[in-house]
């Protein structure tokens, strides 16, 4: 079955680096999401992505982050100078977008922990 | 401000009973409804989606939406210690295609 796949699975970083995560969409999704889980919180939406541009974010989303799909099968997350708030479970997902439901599959996860 | 509400529990119910999760939302104007599983340290893993009113059935579980009353609950039945997870409520409002999530509702099947 296909999954969304991401890496690393854990990244720690000292606070002011620079960070990317990786993600492997579902082969034939459309559509890509950003959410952070901190520890013990609720999951929070980032971003979405479609056709090559953001189509939605939230206001965690600021100039500190960025996407890019840099290939076919890529899909990353940039946070540029690292903050320890910024300590959290990233979960990339996907989504067909052809369904009425718009059904999103989480990947693993990376653990990034800012010290 | 558009929330999505549960009940951090844990509810805990025996091996084999049937366990209600609930969800109440804020907004009337929410397209689909989604019901999650995550274990501890791990990923949202999807259980079910519905959209409309009524019970949608999916082997154990059945979910059951009500517009009206703005709530969204989930039953599973025949219980297994297996089901033990923490179940995520999450919301698509209309218009948007981001996942709105609930604090999520710890259950505990009891051997």
């Known amino acids: 079955e296909p999954e969304v796949t991401q890496t690393p699975s854990h990244q720690v970083t000292q606070m002011g680096q620079e960070v990317i995560l990786r993600c492997v969409p579902i082969?034939?999704?459309?559509?890509f999401y950003w959410y952070r889980q901190i520890l013990g919180q609720k999951v929070e939406f980032l971003v979405s992505?479609?056709?090559?541009?953001?189509?939605?974010k939230s206001e965690i989303f600021d100039d500190q982050f960025s996407v890019e799909r840099p290939d076919g099968s890529n899909f990353t997350l940039k946070i540029r100078s690292t903050k320890l708030e910024d300590s959290a479970m990233y979960f990339c997902?996907?989504?067909?977008?052809?369904?009425?439901?718009?059904?999103?599959?989480f990947g693993p996860g990376t653990r990034l922990t800012v010290l | 401000q558009k929330e999505v509400e549960q009940n951090s529990g844990p509810l805990s119910v025996p091996e084999g009973a049937i366990a209600s999760l609930n969800c109440t939302y804020s907004?009337?104007?929410?397209?689909?409804f989604f019901w999650y599983r995550q274990y501890s340290g791990k990923s949202p893993e999807l259980i079910m989606s519905?959209?409309?009113?009524g019970d949608k059935e999916d082997g154990r579980f059945t979910a059951q939406l009500n517009k009206a009353s703005q709530y969204v609950s989930l039953l599973i039945r025949d219980s297994q210690p297996s089901d033990s997870a923490t179940y995520l409520c999450?919301?698509?409002?209309?218009?948007?295609?981001?996942?709105?999530f609930g604090s999520g509702t710890r259950l505990q099947v009891q051997p």
């Open positions: 997902a996907s989504s067909d977008g052809t369904s009425v439901n718009n059904e999103q599959f």
């Open positions: 082969s034939n999704h459309l559509y």
């Open positions: 992505f479609y056709n090559n541009e953001i189509s939605e």
């Open positions: 907004d009337r104007g929410s397209q689909s």
């Open positions: 519905i959209y409309s009113n």
């Open positions: 999450a919301v698509r409002w209309t218009g948007r295609r981001a996942l709105t």
